[in-house]
Structures are given as structure tokens and as C-alpha cells.
């Protein structure tokens, strides 16, 4: 598990630096996880396993982090609030925040 961590942050590592050099572009991060688990399974519908990474950010900004009320229904919105685009009537809500 540890090693899968390890392994995701070194790609990720390798994507924000190849965008770090493409000065004149303005791009969105949402880094999210789907759930917890126990053993092979989902697990109890509990906080435990309910909980998940929220992360977003603008590439001239800085990243925002959140656990726990973020919902894998907040990408959309999110995204669509970044295009600047109207996301009324979806489930979940734009997370950019100060961006």
C-alpha cells in the first residue's frame, strides 16, 4: 500500500514538472481517491471508509487539500468551474475555492 503511494507521488512529481516549464498556460489539478477498504472489499459504510483525498489545484497557484466532506461529485463541477462553465442541476460542487 505503501509502495503504491510512493509510486503514484513520484508520477504525479513528473507531471507537475513538465508542466512547471509551460510558463503560459494556466492548468487544473483534482487529485482524489475513491475510498477506503477492508480485506478485498469495500468495507462498512462508515467514516473510515467513506473518507477521501480531495486535492485541487492551479498550476499558478497553490494546492488546496481537503478531507472528508469532498465528494467524487465535486470533479465535475469543479472542472466545469474552472472552464467557466454553468454546472447548474449536477450533484456536487465546484471546490475551487480562492482560484
Known sequence: YL???EDCDARLSRVLDAIEVRQNE?????VTTDHGG??????PQDADNQTIFFGVGVS???IEVELGEPSHLDV???VLDFLKLPYDGLDGR??????
Open 26 to 30: 494556466r492548468w487544473l489539478f483534482v
Open 76 to 78: 465535475t463541477p469543479t
Open 3 to 5: 509502495q503504491a503511494i
Open 94 to 99: 465546484g471546490r475551487l475555492g480562492a482560484f
Open 60 to 62: 499558478d497557484r497553490s
Open 38 to 43: 477492508s480485506e478485498t472489499g469495500h468495507g
